[in-house]
C-alpha cells in the first residue's frame, strides 16, 4: 500500500493524469467521508424552541451590474436557551449554498426547511456540549447521500478508468 501511494506521488509530481486522478479522488473521499461524519452527529443533536430575529436572502460579495452575475446567500439571527442559557445563532444549515441570482429558488427552498412552530417559534438543533454552535436545519438523509455520492464517485472512476 504504501509502495502505490509512492507510485501516485510520483505520477501526480510527473503531471501524469493517473496520480493527478488518485490524490483528487482520495482528497474528495476524505473531505465528503468527514462531512457525512459531521452531518450524521448533527442529525443526533437536540433540539429546543427559538426566536427568529431576522432571516433572508442578500448579496454575496460586490454587487454586481449584470443581474445573472450577481451571487446571493442565506442570512439568519436567532435567539434560544438551553438549560437556562441565552444563545444567539446564525448557522441555517451544514449546507452553505452560494447561488446566482437565477438560482435564488435554491435558498428559498433552504429558507422554507426551517421549522417553524405555532406559536411564531422556530427549532434551533445544537450540539449538546457545545450549545453555542447551532443551526436551524438538520441534515437530510438525500445531502447525505449527495455528499457520499461527491466523496465516492471520483475513486469509483478513478478505479474503473485506470484499474478496470
Known amino acids: 500500500m504504501i509502495n502505490y501511494l509512492q ?4 505520477l501526480a509530481a510527473q503531471a501524469e493524469p493517473q496520480g493527478i486522478w488518485f490524490w483528487a479522488a482520495t482528497y474528495a473521499a476524505v473531505i465528503c467521508g468527514y462531512s457525512v461524519v459531521y452531518q450524521l452527529r448533527i442529525r443526533s443533536w437536540p ?3 427559538g426566536e427568529l430575529v431576522e432571516a433572508g436572502v442578500r448579496k454575496f460579495g460586490a454587487t454586481d451590474l449584470i443581474k445573472s452575475d450577481q451571487d446571493y446567500v442565506t442570512t439568519a439571527l436567532y435567539r ?3 438549560s437556562g442559557q441565552q444563545f444567539t445563532g446564525k448557522r441555517i444549515s451544514p449546507w452553505i449554498i ?3 441570482h437565477n438560482a435564488r429558488f435554491l435558498l428559498n427552498r433552504q429558507m422554507s426547511s426551517i421549522e417553524h412552530s405555532s406559536g411564531g417559534k422556530v427549532r434551533v438543533y445544537y450540539h ?3 450549545p453555542h454552535k447551532s443551526f436551524l436545519i438538520k441534515p437530510g438523509l438525500v445531502g447525505l447521500l449527495i455528499t457520499a455520492l461527491a466523496g465516492a464517485l471520483p475513486m469509483i472512476l478513478y478505479l474503473y478508468e485506470f484499474h478496470g
Do not use: L
Not at 7 to 10: A, G, L, S, V, Y
Open 98 to 100: 452560494i447561488a446566482s
Open 80 to 82: 434560544y436557551s438551553v
Open 7 to 10: 507510485d501516485m506521488w510520483h
Open 47 to 49: 433540539s429546543t424552541e
Open 128 to 130: 449538546p456540549r457545545k
